[in-house]
């Protein structure tokens, strides 16, 4: 964990250069627009959770086992970081959430934080949403990149048709079948702390198949 943390820019100051631009940039356009604008610009603070799964492990795996860190130790601190900086960043949005309502939606109706649905519950419902979206695009990307670790480019580039392919397949099904209206039905027929809940499942499942990918990589 200390070895991780010594790495503020890539846990703190990052995501935050990250969401600042992509604030600034809706807020700019809200100006000149006179409709209310609902942004998915947040959307940039999770897919930079993503990117830093894959970095973290780039970076600190081989340097970990130079110092005859064990490989389960490595993991378990990794996980730790990244559950705790999920969690300070949740309670940031939270907050943010709250002084964009005070704020009247920063007075030119921007809704940037607080969104519909995704902010309808109490507070620690919220919380609970930001966090499990957090950690789990977090250890997709550690899942991807220890792919790479266990397996190589090879690996890594069969994954992704089998992912691709898997995909394409699913979509024709489900457009040939015209389940996407009733999909989409049914997941707004469920609250977002609901459908966060079961994203956790997809989390674990990242967590411990990239434990043991691990355990079995070499350097």
Known sequence: MKMHLRDRWL????????????????????????????????????????????????????????????????????????????????????????????????????????????????????LWIYFSILINMFFLGFFISSIYRRFGKKGLGVFFILLVTLMTVCSYVITFNQWWATMFHWLAGHPASMLASWSVLFTVGYAILSYFMLRKSTV
């Not at 970990?64 to 389960?72: D, M, P, Y």
């Not at 959430?97 to 902010?119: A, C, I, Q």
């Open 11 to 126: 846990w703190f100051f990052v995501p935050l250069l990250v969401l600042l631009p992509s604030f600034l940039i809706n807020i700019t356009i809200s100006y000149f627009v006179e409709e209310p604008i609902y942004t998915g610009g947040i959307m940039s603070l999770y897919i930079y959770m993503l990117v830093a799964g894959i970095i973290s492990l780039v970076q600190s795996f081989p340097f970990a086992l130079g110092l005859s860190v064990r490989r389960t130790d490595y993991f378990t601190g990794t996980a730790m970081v990244a559950g705790a900086v999920s969690i300070l960043m949740a309670v940031l949005l939270l907050l943010l959430s709250f002084v964009e309502k005070r704020t009247g939606f920063w007075g030119v109706d921007l809704h940037f934080f607080l969104l519909p649905y995704f902010n309808d519950g109490g507070i620690a419902e919220q």
